[in-house]
T-cell receptor
């Protein structure tokens, strides 16, 4: 159980393009999902917490107008990187918890999206 | 503030045993998690400790001492595929995960 699917796995696009990444919980409902970014050889960094039916909570230093998060259903959250530039190239990973089993459940991760902006 | 410390890198030999330590200072405690992350991949869940003591799961075991703010992940009979980063994360009083920077484990033949 607790499977999280993330799509696409890999994106290469031109500078100025907007890119949408989807995160789905396949066998449970997730009122909260998490978006992380990881640069090569660096730590996992939480960008924002996505809340179903309400606004996302962004971490300090993350531009909410740059990284748009929509959590329209209990199984889907999307992250849109708007007007992407080369410095946005990174590994983006989503995660979710199956809190129907309790608040202390582990986060389960999608496979990640490798974003390369030319 | 909240802080998780773990060694940056460790090296061990195939077939041996290695212990990866993690110390933490957080606002409340609702459990400690260990994740494995291979290069270029997303983390995968390994273990969860909320009570003091040792939890064993095959070749991997995880230990917790809440009074000392300390945990370790023990890997036995090391295999080359165990080469990865191991992330320690603590769930605070708000059920938010606080992540360590990870320990890169290098296995040599």
């Amino acid at each position: 159980g607790a499977v999280v699917s993330q799509h696409p796995s890999w994106v290469i696009c031109k500078s100025g393009t907007s890119v949408k990444i989807e995160c789905r919980s396949l066998d449970f409902q997730a009122t909260t999902m998490f978006w992380y970014r990881q640069f090569p050889k660096q730590s996992l960094m939480l960008m924002a917490t996505s809340n179903e039916g309400s606004k996302a909570t962004y971490e300090q230093g993350v531009e909410k107008d740059k990284f748009l998060i929509n959590h329209a259903s209990l199984t889907l959250s999307t992250l849109t990187v708007t007007s992407a530039h080369p410095e946005d190239s990174s590994f983006y990973i989503c995660s979710a918890r199956d809190v129907s089993r309790g608040d202390n459940q582990p986060q389960h991760f999608g496979d990640g999206t490798r974003l390369s902006i030319l | 503030g909240q802080n998780i410390d773990q060694p940056t890198e460790m090296t061990a030999t195939e077939g041996a045993i290695v212990q990866i330590n993690c110390t933490y200072q957080t606002s409340g405690f609702n459990g400690l998690f260990w994740y494995q992350q291979h290069a270029g991949e997303a983390p995968t869940f390994l273990s969860y400790n909320v009570l003091d003591g040792l939890e064993e799961k095959g070749r991997f075991s995880s230990f917790l001492s809440r009074s000392k703010g300390y945990s370790y992940l023990l890997l036995k009979e090391l295999q080359m595929k165990d080469s990865a980063s191991y992330l320690c994360a603590v769930m605070d009083s708000n059920y938010q995960l606080i992540w360590g920077a990870g320990t890169k484990l290098i296995i040599k033949p």
